[in-house]
Antibody
Framework: QVQLVESGGGVVQPGRSLRLSCAAS????????MHWVRQAPGKGLEWVGV????????KYADSVRGRLIISRDNSNNTLYLQMNSLRAEDTAVYFC???????????WGQGTTVTVSS | QSVLTQPPSASGTPGQRVTISCSGS????????VYWYQQFPGTAPKLLIY???QLPSGVPDRLSGSKSGTSASLAISGLRSGDEADYYC???????????FGGGTRLTVL
């Protein structure tokens, strides 16, 4: 069964770093672009960024550019989100999602919660 | 302030037909496909509609999507209590080079 499982969330102080992981299974991970989307408590969905299928290119939302970095390891079917210089406004549930050329963001993980607080 | 504009709430009684709108601009809806997602509290979004009006397998044909110009809509007919959820529209924005979402619409079945 096609699946994405996020991990690595937790409570972190402002200014510190955290790395999230997203493990993919039962599909050809290296053939798909992958996205991160977040949702602050009680708020809507906010796109964070995307990495191309081969890791050659990334794009980011203005709100995270320069602080959050997306990478991937196609040999281990894993997507990463390196979160640096964290701010209170980064507090959210972070979802990874697969991008299919025809169907858009068609498979989502269950999410992992990041809380930035002193 | 979301790039795509949705009404914050919608409601209907069981069996009714409800429509949720999504308004954008030429750089997003006007020039790209629209997608719709359903989200229950505490869970991940689920793809309901892709490429404006296509249903993934497993999504009932009580749901339908449409697009005209820079606006799109999601229609749910034969409303059921299990349809109570948050609904989001999404599209790629060429100017922002970013995926953009609507603010979400909470559907209540009265």
């Amino acid at each position: 069964q096609v699946q994405l499982v996020e991990s690595g969330g937790g409570v972190v102080q402002p200014g510190r770093s955290l790395r999230l992981s997203c493990a993919a299974s039962d599909f050809s991970f290296s053939n798909y672009g992958m996205h991160w989307v977040r949702q602050a408590p009680g708020k809507g969905l906010e796109w964070v960024g995307v990495i191309w299928f081969d890791g050659s290119k990334q794009k980011y939302a203005d709100s995270v550019r320069g602080r959050l970095i997306i990478s991937r390891d196609n040999s281990n079917n894993t997507l990463y989100l390196q979160m640096n210089s964290l701010r209170a406004e980064d507090t959210a549930v972070y979802f990874c999602a697969r991008y299919d050329e025809g169907r858009g963001l068609d498979v989502w993980g269950q999410g992992t919660t990041v809380t930035v607080s002193s | 302030q979301s790039v795509l504009t949705q009404p914050p709430s919608a409601s209907g009684t069981p069996g009714q037909r409800v429509t949720i709108s999504c308004s954008g601009s030429n750089s997003n809806i006007g020039n790209n496909y629209v997608y719709w997602y359903q989200q229950f509290p505490g869970t991940a979004p689920k793809l309901l509609i892709y490429r404006n009006n296509q249903l993934p397998s497993g999504v009932p044909d009580r749901l339908s999507g449409s697009k005209s110009g820079t606006s799109a809509s999601l229609a749910i007919s034969g409303l059921r209590s299990g349809d109570e959820a948050d609904y989001y529209c999404a599209a790629w924005d060429d100017n922002l080079s970013a995926w953009v979402f609507g603010g979400g619409t909470r559907l209540t079945v009265l």
